[in-house]
C-alpha cells in the first residue's frame, strides 16, 4: 500500500486473502474513522454463514459473477445499500466477487 499524506493506494489481489467462512475468502481494505471496506470472493454455491445484521450503514458492489441476496438476483455492476438494522445472507450459484464499504457509526 501507498500513502501520499491522506491518500491510500493499494492492489486489491496483492491484500492477503483471509477465509472467513467455507468458500468465501476477505481482502481488508484501508479502514479510516468514517468506514471500512473490504472485498470478498465466493466460490460457487457460497453463502454466507449467518445473517448479517447491520449496525450501521452498509454498501455493496457487485464486480464480477452474481449474488443472491434478498430474493433478487444482483449481477455486475449491481449496486446496493443497507440501512443500519438491516439484515441479509448474500449466496451465490456461480461464484461471484463483491466491493463492500461500511459506514461506522459516530
Known amino acids: 500500500m501507498t500513502e501520499h499524506g491522506e491518500i491510500q493506494m493499494l492492489q486489491v489481489d496483492e491484500v492477503e486473502a483471509v477465509e472467513v467462512a ?3 475468502v ?6 479510516t474513522e468514517w468506514a471500512r471496506g473490504w472485498m470478498y470472493d465466493f466460490a460457487p454455491g ?3 454463514p ?5 449496525e450501521g450503514e452498509e454498501r455493496y458492489y457487485v464486480v ?4 443472491i441476496d434478498n430474493g433478487r438476483r444482483l449481477g ?3 449496486y446496493v445499500v443497507f440501512a443500519p438494522g438491516s439484515a ?3 449466496r451465490t450459484e456461480t461464484g461471484a466477487r463483491m466491493l463492500g464499504i461500511s459506514i461506522l457509526p459516530r
Open 46 to 48: 457460497a453463502e454466507w
Open 76 to 78: 455486475p455492476g449491481s
Open 50 to 54: 449467518e445473517v448479517d445484521v447491520h
Open 88 to 90: 441479509h445472507r448474500p
Open 22 to 24: 467455507t468458500g468465501i
Open 64 to 67: 464480477s459473477g452474481e449474488f
Open 26 to 31: 476477505r481482502r481488508g481494505l484501508p479502514v
